[in-house]
């Protein structure tokens, strides 16, 4: 204390100096952010002139870039939108204001979009994408496709499940759905359990990830996302009208319940996931959630039938193979009936077991199709 080590910002002058040598501008931002909502910086309005210019290096950049003009300079424009920058950063951390530390309080800017959006598109490359592909929908994707977007568009706020063994056309319903939505510039959210799957989806992302779910919630009783109001991330839920969740059906329930808390504090609406309408997807047939050194029991209680709000979920089904169904494939379509009947526990058990008896062709079938698939690939 006599020292003045605890008064002093010089740890964190040098800290942005050596950081400002080797880390991206944005990331020097986010660095000064982090110090403004973490720690107790002195005098947060001197670390912000000496490094201002730093700070704004890139935002000169974009203004050189759009005026034409490489003779630009730093001027109070530039500075006001690193300040726009810093400030949504911040927001994102702690839900605090710059002024909360002495520092200039960015001007709105007046030609800017005063909303947040969740991803870039090109929006005439959308509705040209949903304009050529809705005619190709089967009579029932075409069933499922419309309810959703009438929930969608009429903002009830339904929740669905769409069940759809592999080969009906999920994936292709579901990217039609979010480049329709999409398309109007309107907030939407796609997320998988599996990051494989989220890879799928138009905007994909993981499920943890995006809504910030802890490590342990198998261990919480009442879990919830580390989402802070005033946040960027809870602007964008509160202003969403359509999420889907992929491959669903692998998630313990308290991954749901978290998500549903969240977006009711959120929204503000005591309603099931805060009145968004809610497409989850997946097949109960494959795997359930897994349980460290559970028993069936814990599995079952896991899953996601389980919910307080499944009762309010509608399911809707695809039963078509996209691949009978185009190309007349009868041994695709033979060994998806297969792949059913064990998902379904329609083959015979073998006496006191619980294990299965396969069809003597099942392994037979399987190859040949592989066989037949890297044949049309060569053609």
């Given at each position: 204390?006599?020292?003045?080590?605890?008064?002093?910002?010089?740890?964190?002058?040098?800290?942005?100096?050596?950081?400002?040598?080797?880390?991206?501008?944005?990331?020097?931002?986010?660095?000064?952010?982090?110090?403004?909502?973490?720690?107790?910086?002195?005098?947060?309005?001197?670390?912000?002139?000496?490094?201002?210019?730093?700070?704004?290096?890139?935002?000169?950049?974009?203004?050189?870039?759009?005026?034409?003009?490489?003779?630009?300079?730093?001027?109070?424009?530039?500075?006001?939108?690193?300040?726009?920058?810093?400030?949504?950063?911040?927001?994102?951390?702690?839900?605090?204001?710059?002024?909360?530390?002495?520092?200039?309080?960015p001007e709105p800017e007046s030609t800017a979009v005063q909303r947040p959006v969740a991803q870039q598109y090109n929006i005439?490359?959308?509705?040209?994408?949903?304009?050529?592909?809705?005619?190709?929908?089967?009579?029932?994707?075409?069933?499922?496709?419309?309810?959703?977007?009438?929930?969608?568009?009429?903002?009830?706020?339904?929740?669905?499940?769409?069940?759809?063994?592999?080969?009906?056309?999920?994936?292709?319903?579901?990217?039609?759905?979010?480049?329709?939505?999409?398309?109007?510039?309107?907030?939407?959210?796609?997320?998988?359990?599996?990051?494989?799957?989220?890879?799928?989806?138009?905007?994909?992302?993981?499920?943890?990830?995006?809504?910030?779910?802890?490590?342990?919630?198998?261990?919480?009783?009442?879990?919830?996302?580390?989402?802070?109001?005033?946040?960027?991330?809870?602007?964008?839920?509160?202003?969403?009208?359509?999420?889907?969740?992929?491959?669903?059906?692998?998630?313990?329930?308290?991954?749901?319940e978290a998500v549903d808390c969240t977006l009711r504090d959120l929204t503000g609406k005591d309603v099931a996931m805060g009145?968004?309408?809610?497409?989850?997807?997946?097949?109960?047939?494959?795997?359930?959630?897994?349980?460290?050194?559970?028993?069936?029991?814990?599995?079952?209680?896991?899953?996601?039938?389980?919910?307080?709000?499944?009762?309010?979920?509608?399911?809707?089904?695809?039963?078509?193979?996209?691949?009978?169904?185009?190309?007349?494939?009868?041994?695709?379509?033979?060994?998806?009936?297969?792949?059913?009947?064990?998902?379904?526990?329609?083959?015979?058990?073998?006496?006191?077991?619980?294990?299965?008896?396969?069809?003597?062709?099942?392994?037979?079938?399987?190859?040949?199709?592989?066989?037949?698939?890297?044949?049309?690939a060569r053609a």
């Amino acid at each position: 204390m006599h020292l003045g080590l605890l008064k002093s910002d010089e740890h964190w002058k040098h800290t942005l100096d050596e950081a400002a040598l080797s880390q991206a501008l944005h990331r020097l931002r986010h660095l000064f952010a982090v110090m403004l909502a973490n720690f107790q910086v002195t005098d947060p309005k001197a670390l912000w002139d000496e490094h201002k210019e730093n700070f704004a290096s890139d935002v000169l950049w974009q203004f050189r870039q759009m005026s034409s003009n490489s003779q630009l300079d730093y001027d109070d424009r530039v500075f006001n939108k690193c300040l726009l920058l810093l400030q949504e950063t911040l927001l994102s951390l702690s839900s605090r204001q710059l002024s909360e530390f002495g520092l200039p309080q960015p001007e709105p800017e007046s030609t800017a979009v005063q909303r947040p959006v969740a991803q870039q598109y090109n929006i005439e490359q959308l509705r040209a994408y949903v304009q050529e592909n809705e005619p190709k929908l089967t009579i029932e994707q075409f069933a499922v496709y419309n309810k959703i977007m009438g929930s969608v568009n009429q903002a009830q706020g339904r929740l669905f499940f769409l069940d759809a063994p592999g080969g009906t056309g999920k994936t292709f319903l579901t990217n039609l759905i979010l480049s329709n939505v999409c398309s109007t510039e309107i907030i939407v959210f796609a997320v998988a359990s599996c990051g494989m799957a989220a890879t799928m989806l138009q905007g994909g992302k993981p499920t943890h990830s995006t809504f910030k779910l802890p490590l342990n919630l198998h261990q919480q009783e009442k879990p919830v996302c580390s989402i802070k109001k005033g946040s960027k991330m809870a602007k964008m839920l509160q202003e969403c009208v359509l999420i889907v969740w992929d491959e669903c059906t692998m998630s313990n329930k308290k991954v749901v319940e978290a998500v549903d808390c969240t977006l009711r504090d959120l929204t503000g609406k005591d309603v099931a996931m805060g009145g968004i309408t809610f497409l989850f997807s997946g097949d109960f047939r494959q795997t359930l959630p897994v349980i460290a050194k559970g028993m069936q029991a814990d599995e079952v209680q896991a899953c996601l039938k389980m919910l307080h709000i499944w009762l309010l979920v509608r399911t809707l089904r695809l039963h078509t193979n996209m691949r009978v169904h185009l190309q007349g494939h009868a041994e695709a379509g033979h060994f998806a009936e297969l792949l059913l009947h064990v998902g379904d526990g329609k083959l015979p058990r073998r006496d006191g077991t619980n294990e299965i008896e396969l069809p003597t062709d099942f392994g037979k079938v399987k190859v040949h199709i592989i066989l037949d698939k890297s044949v049309d690939a060569r053609a």
